[in-house]
């Protein structure tokens, strides 16, 4: 079903339009050319839309279920639209993907003189300055980081690009990666001695130069956002921007408007001050004792908060005298640093960038302590070594709606999942979209035959000890029917831990545990098994592709509600609450529905497979929101008869 809230344009503009959308069709190139490719109304609807979207400068929201071809839905207006066109993924692989595989192929076929480019964030690619500067200090934590940096070096001489994902053998959780890629803060710009041969530039300069860029969202806010990514002259250019897998966006939107500082950020400026200081008379013994004050100061802030939950509000922490006064005491060795720096900042570049970051960290500090940000809520999160302290905006509407009528482009949001039950309200909501053009496509594919949802009965309720535990029972005979190949996904890393132990000795096929191996790993070791039962948590609940008969059964535990310890969400069910606004159907139920529908899209990604959704929260029959869930699923069959499972499989 194709449903529109506006009416596109006038009969004459739609001609144009409509040989788009022909061009994926029966007669078009794409079926004479691309192997297996199947024309589907869906795809021609969508490329219709947003060849309309670019042309006429509009708001466009498509929700394209799995299977529609929304890549080329898009792909193929934006290339022949004659514009500049930035095109925006959930994450790096989907770009790497949609550079390397997917444009060359509608280029192709196109025949389309079209230069396109590819543009990460910073991080992404090697800093020839830092990688000299930590050749020259020959530090290293392990020897293992010592022939890491070798490869890197080697590396370095033959790359034109610079790009990370080029070299496998250099994991990519790697702690040599931050000492030889820069950041905004440390980037020393145009007066760097390498600046003629940098990567971050040269891949700058061709985004400049190309009519499509391809970026993630994570750089597309940064810059749009923060302007930290130095791509400023870059991005606003655009006539169009598209964001694929936008269901992300809101949430890394927030993070993009908030105001942050990290431990990680406040010893690397200790160690970046020395470092530089070594290249100038005399700096190093000046900026000694104050470098040294501040890193004590940043490691004994983590001690101090220790004894707090992993993640609260900022308020609950400085009530514990240890971290107010830890607190202040850092707030006076940043700003001796910088002090210091601003006597020696004309002696270098180097610095100088250095004084600009310390005096930048003194105003965040400053705004999260004191609260000088209005309409914002400010927390805290500490890993085994590190803390983050932030200032989190609770309307994203406003600043987003800045940013769009500062582009004065089209913007075209799609993905699998951004409706409630086909209600667009809250996605569109959380982004200040007002009167969009909004789309519904369903998936081509035959949910009625191709799968079946298993509801177990007689499980407890989720919070009861025993939870997890009769998942597993209830679960054992699926897996038994399938013969493995199944996904088990939970809401918590806790459930997913005390599942793995009930079954370790009780399956035949093996068990692949998040944890336990890289991501990539897993999946790849889970493909190949054949038979392999995946435990997994959080990220595996989207963004997972593995089409054929490898994953049959995709279990979900709960209802995958925010955690209710998140100071952020807390903040903002208040502030809803007391703009008469039920928090729970209007915030927490809808988002868990998003949630829900991506954790069920891993189960059928293909027309040829066939699959069991077995969900285990008996909240889905026992309250009324949980009708608002089975409605926003594809239309499957449900039963909670566990002899239709095995007739299914049988």
């Not at 001489?157 to 040599?176: I, N």
């Not at 399938?482 to 793995?500: D, E, I, K, P, V």
């Not at 039920?582 to 899209?601: D, E, H, R, Y």
Request: aromatic share 6%; charged share 25%.
């Amino acid at each position: 079903m194709v449903s529109r809230s506006r009416r596109l344009g006038d009969t004459g503009a739609m001609n144009d339009y409509d040989e788009v959308a022909g061009l994926l069709g029966a007669d078009g190139p794409f079926a004479r050319e691309v192997p297996n490719f199947a024309p589907r109304a869906a795809q021609q609807a969508m490329a219709r839309a947003v060849a309309e979207a670019i042309e006429q400068r509009e708001v466009l929201v498509a929700e394209a279920g799995t299977g529609t071809g929304k890549t080329f839905a898009y792909l193929v207006p934006a290339m022949l639209s004659g514009k500049r066109v930035i095109v925006s993924t959930g994450t790096k692989a989907l770009q790497d993907q949609l550079y390397f595989r997917d444009l060359p192929r509608v280029m192709a076929v196109l025949d389309a003189r079209v230069k396109a480019s590819l543009l990460k964030g910073r991080a992404n690619y090697l800093c020839l300055y830092r990688l000299d500067q930590t050749v020259r200090e020959g530090t290293f934590t392990s020897k293992d980081e010592a022939r890491q940096l070798a490869i890197v070096r080697a590396w370095s001489a033959r790359t034109r690009r610079g790009d990370r994902m080029e070299l496998a053998e250099v994991p990519e959780e790697s702690p040599l990666w931050p000492r030889v890629t820069s950041t905004p803060d440390n980037c020393l710009g145009s007066e760097c001695p390498f600046f003629d041969d940098c990567h971050v530039f040269r891949a700058r300069r061709e985004a400049a130069d190309a009519d499509v860029v391809v970026v993630n969202h994570h750089l597309l806010f940064a810059d749009l956002a923060l302007k930290q990514e130095g791509f400023g002259e870059i991005l606003p250019g655009a006539h169009a921007f598209i964001l694929d897998e936008a269901h992300q966006v809101p949430e890394l939107a927030g993070q993009f408007f908030s105001v942050s500082v990290s431990a990680r950020q406040l010893d690397e400026l200790g160690k970046d001050a020395l470092t530089e200081g070594g290249t100038v008379t005399g700096a190093t013994s000046v900026l000694l004792e104050p470098c040294e004050a501040l890193h004590k100061s940043v490691r004994e802030l983590r001690l101090a908060m220790d004894r707090l939950p992993q993640r609260g509000a900022f308020d609950a922490a400085l009530r514990h005298d240890a971290v107010h006064e830890s607190l202040a005491a850092l707030r006076r060795t940043l700003g001796d640093l910088a002090d210091v720096l601003a006597g020696q900042a004309e002696r270098s570049r180097g610095l100088a960038n250095v004084h600009e970051r310390a005096e930048a960290l003194c105003g965040r500090l400053e705004r999260i302590d004191e609260h000088t940000g209005a309409g914002e809520v400010r927390w805290y999160e500490t890993t085994a070594r590190t803390f983050t302290l932030h200032a989190t905006p609770l309307d994203l509407a406003t600043p987003m709606q800045a940013l769009r009528e500062a582009a004065q482009a089209a913007w075209i949001h799609t993905s699998a999942t951004l409706s409630v039950a086909g209600d667009f309200g809250h996605f569109c909501g959380q982004l200040g979209l007002v009167d969009p053009v909004e789309m519904s496509l369903e998936s081509p594919f035959d949910y009625t035959r191709q799968a079946l949802c298993y509801l177990p009965p007689d499980l407890p309720e989720p919070r009861s000890e025993d939870f997890t535990a009769k998942v597993v029972e209830a679960v054992l005979p699926v897996l038994e029917a399938s013969n493995g190949r199944a996904f088990l996904l939970f809401t918590s890393h806790r459930a997913l831990q005390r599942a793995a132990e009930l079954l370790s000795d009780r399956v035949p096929w093996p068990l692949f545990v998040q944890g336990r191996a890289p991501r990539h790993q897993l999946l790849e070791d889970f493909r190949h098994s054949g038979h392999g039962v995946l435990l997994g948590a959080a990220s595996f609940w989207e963004g997972v592709d593995v089409a054929g008969e490898a994953l049959s059964v995709v279990v979900i535990d709960k209802l995958p509600f925010a955690a209710p310890d998140d100071p952020v969400l807390q903040a903002r069910l208040e502030a809803m609450d007391q703009a008469g606004v039920n928090p729970f159907m209007g915030w927490q139920v809808p988002t868990a529905v998003i949630a829900l529908k991506q954790g069920a899209g891993r189960l059928i990604r293909d027309v040829h497979d066939r699959g069991v959704l077995v969900l285990c929260d008996p909240r889905l029959r026992t309250k009324g929101y949980g009708k608002l869930f089975l409605a926003s699923l594809p239309p499957m069959p449900r039963t909670t008869a566990l002899a239709d499972v095995q007739a299914f499989f049988g």
